[in-house]
T-cell receptor, first 112, second 115 residues
């Protein structure tokens, strides 16, 4: 069974901390994505990557960075966590073409 | 700005009825269309994909695509309380060598199936 695995299901961090959210896929997908999902705002794209070491900004990249050193792993970094980054974070991957995403189970991050 | 629009609902139907969920999109060049189901607190799960005009059936689910009118719909027959969830419509507007598979999502429609 193909999988996208997010390292943490729930995470609580303090304001100002540097936060790493990890995502690993075992499907040899080229493309990986990070979204955040908030009530009433839907899914918003933060960053995506279409190849190792390649990244593209999404709609809301401010306050975030990403790293993709290996094809299977795509990390989201909150440089200095703030309370407005409290959200559900979803990682997804897909192969190039028209096949739709496979999502990870999500990380619910609370910044206090 | 490429957009995907859905009525947020909630759409309430009695158990056993047909639920009809609709989605419109703005980019006439869109190539592929997807429906995701998302239970509260969970991540989205792909339930249907459709690429050409017409109907595509999978069990109790039927996806319908009309590219001329730029809408895609999802019908759920014999709705069950377990179908209560938010349904997200997603569209891939890219094509050719530039197709990274990136999707544009609608806001989702909440479906409530009442016993």
């Amino acid at each position: 069974d193909v999988k996208v695995t997010q390292s943490s299901r729930y995470l609580v961090k303090r304001t100002g901390e540097k936060v790493f959210l990890e995502c690993v896929q075992d499907m040899d997908h080229e493309n990986m994505f990070w979204y955040r999902q908030d009530p009433g705002l839907g899914l918003r794209l933060i960053y995506f990557s279409y190849d190792v070491k390649m990244k593209e900004k999404g709609d809301i990249p401010e306050g975030y960075s990403v790293s993709r050193e290996k094809k299977e792993r795509f990390s989201l970094i909150l440089e200095s966590a703030s309370t407005n980054q409290t959200s559900m974070y979803l990682c997804a991957s897909t192969t190039t073409g028209n096949y739709g995403y496979t999502f990870g189970s999500g990380t619910r991050l609370t910044v206090v | 700005q490429k957009e995907v629009e859905q009525n947020s609902g909630p759409l309430s139907v009695p158990e056993g009825a047909i639920a009809s969920l609709n989605c419109t999109y703005s980019d006439r060049g869109s190539q592929s269309f997807f429906w995701y189901r998302q239970y509260s607190g969970k991540s989205p799960e792909l339930i249907m994909s459709i690429y050409s005009n017409g109907d595509k059936e999978d069990g109790r689910f039927t996806a319908q695509l009309n590219k001329a009118s730029q809408y895609v719909s999802l019908l759920i027959r014999d709705s069950q309380p377990s179908d209560s969830a938010t349904y997200l419509c997603a569209v891939n507007t890219a094509w050719g060598s530039g197709n990274t598979g990136k999707l544009i999502f609608g806001q989702g429609t909440t479906l409530q199936v009442k016993p």
